[in-house]
């Protein structure tokens, strides 16, 4: 039987040079650097339109709430009179909602006011990314 015998050079090739790492790693930050910001700015917009949901979901409550008292809640009690029921309220047929009122995706409550602005009935706003009345852009409120 013969054995086949391989015979080593003086230089072995295995692994990645330096230059090769380093153009990889250029590649991915400029992969990230054209992604990221495209990414982060449909993450803003699906908070933002998650906001205009939960807000459309707490006008039609709202609305519900109305026919069956006759009024809007005050801004005494606030969103929370959706979904527990107010001590001087006897034609309250709730809950209008499940569970309790959430907060909008940002993390803080939601800002209602009866009697609203402008001549509406009430004033719901977020505050947006900033947390903060005012702003532009991603950071600016959204009322109903």
């Known amino acids: 039987m013969k054995h086949a015998c391989h015979i080593r050079s003086g230089k072995q090739m295995s692994g990645f040079t330096l230059l090769e790492l380093l153009v990889v790693i250029?590649?991915?930050g400029l992969l990230t650097g054209i992604v990221a910001p495209r990414f982060l700015g449909q993450?803003?917009?699906s908070e933002a339109t998650a906001a205009r949901?939960?807000?459309?979901?707490?006008?039609?409550?709202?609305q519900a709430?109305?026919?069956?008292?006759?009024r809007f809640p005050t801004g005494g009690q606030g969103l929370r009179a959706l979904t527990t029921r107010p001590s001087d309220e006897p034609?309250?047929?709730?809950?209008?909602?499940?569970?309790?009122?959430?907060?909008?995706?940002?993390?803080?409550?939601y800002?209602?006011?009866s009697p609203g602005?402008?001549?509406?009935?009430?004033?719901?706003?977020?505050?947006?990314?900033?947390r903060a009345p005012g702003g532009t852009g991603d950071d600016a409120d959204l009322s109903r």
């Open 117 to 130: 602005t402008d001549g509406k009935d009430y004033n719901l706003l977020s505050y947006g990314r900033d």
């Open 43 to 45: 993450v803003s917009r």
């Open 111 to 113: 800002q209602y006011r």
């Open 65 to 70: 709430y109305r026919l069956d008292t006759g």
């Open 91 to 109: 034609r309250w047929r709730g809950p209008y909602l499940q569970g309790d009122v959430p907060p909008d995706p940002w993390g803080m409550p």
């Open 26 to 28: 250029l590649i991915i």
């Open 53 to 62: 949901a939960q807000m459309d979901a707490f006008d039609k409550a709202l």
